[in-house]
Nanobody
C-alpha cells in the first residue's frame, strides 16, 4: 500500500523550531517531487516548500523563505522540513504530498499522494 507518513508536529513557542519528517511507504521517492503543504483553520491549503529528488532543486513560499529548509534522505525515502523562527501564523496542519515529476509540474498539475497531516501549533 502506498503511503506517506508525516511526523514531528507539536506545540512550540514563537521563535522556536520543529522538524517535520515525511517517509514513503510502498514506493520510493526516486524521480518524485515531494512537497509540504499546510492548512490553517479557516484558510485555504497552501504550498510551503518542494524538493525534486532527481535534481535536488527546492523552492519555498515567500512567507517561509529563510526560516524553513526542506531536505531529503534519499537512502531512506524521507523528506524533512526544518522550521526555525516559528511564528503564530505558522500554526496549521502540515501535509506531505508527492508526485512522480519535478516541483514545477507538481505545482502546476497537483499531486498523486497525500499524507494524513501533522499538527503544528505555535503559541504566541
Amino acid at each position: 500500500e502506498v503511503q506517506l507518513v508525516e511526523s514531528g508536529g507539536g506545540l512550540v513557542q514563537a521563535g522556536g523550531s520543529l522538524r517535520l519528517s515525511c517517509t514513503a511507504s510502498g514506493f520510493t521517492f526516486d524521480d518524485y517531487a515531494v512537497a509540504w503543504f499546510r492548512q490553517a483553520p479557516g484558510k485555504e491549503r497552501e504550498v510551503v516548500s518542494c524538493i525534486s529528488f532527481s535534481t535536488g532543486s527546492t523552492d519555498y513560499a515567500h512567507s517561509v523563505k529563510g526560516r524553513f529548509t526542506i531536505s531529503s534522505d534519499n537512502a531512506n525515502d524521507t523528506v524533512y522540513l526544518q522550521m526555525n523562527s516559528l511564528q503564530f501564523e505558522d500554526t496549521a496542519v502540515y501535509y506531505c504530498a508527492a508526485k512522480e515529476t519535478d516541483c514545477s509540474d507538481l505545482h502546476y498539475y497537483g499531486t498523486d499522494y497525500w499524507g494524513k497531516g501533522t499538527l503544528v501549533t505555535v503559541s504566541s
